[in-house]
């Protein structure tokens, strides 16, 4: 697995959203995308270690953000965006929570 462990990231989606039209096509394909999406959770849930295959969630994400008219660097904000506002919510204590049970944010 290559080292790179840094990289610009609006310069790799723009290479992403280059090569995924020329090679898969034009559009949304918002249903081929999700249905991608779904293929690869079973996969990581056959093999949780393997990191190429949450890789494969990440890209493909990606992948449905620009096809759906954003741009890279409105991707890269989106990313930012959310991650602050997933740190200021208010979170249950992890130690009551089912442990293979998604952890909801308190409403």
């Known amino acids: 697995m290559p080292s790179d462990a840094r990289m610009d ?4 989606i723009a290479r992403q959203m280059e090569f995924s039209e020329r090679t898969f096509g034009p559009g949304a394909r918002t249903a081929g995308v ?5 293929k690869e959770l079973v996969e990581i849930e056959a093999k949780p270690d393997d990191l190429f ?9 990606i ?27 208010d979170w249950p ?10 952890i909801e944010h308190v409403r």
């Open 93 to 102: 204590d992890w130690r009551t929570a089912d442990p293979n049970g998604p």
């Open 9 to 12: 990231l609006v310069e790799h």
């Open 63 to 89: 992948d449905g953000a620009w096809r759906a008219g954003y741009s890279p660097e409105q991707i890269v904000a989106g990313i930012a965006a959310k991650q602050k506002n997933t740190e200021h919510r």
């Open 34 to 38: 999700v249905a991608h999406i779904r």
């Open 53 to 61: 295959e949450w890789v494969d969630v990440i890209l493909l994400a």
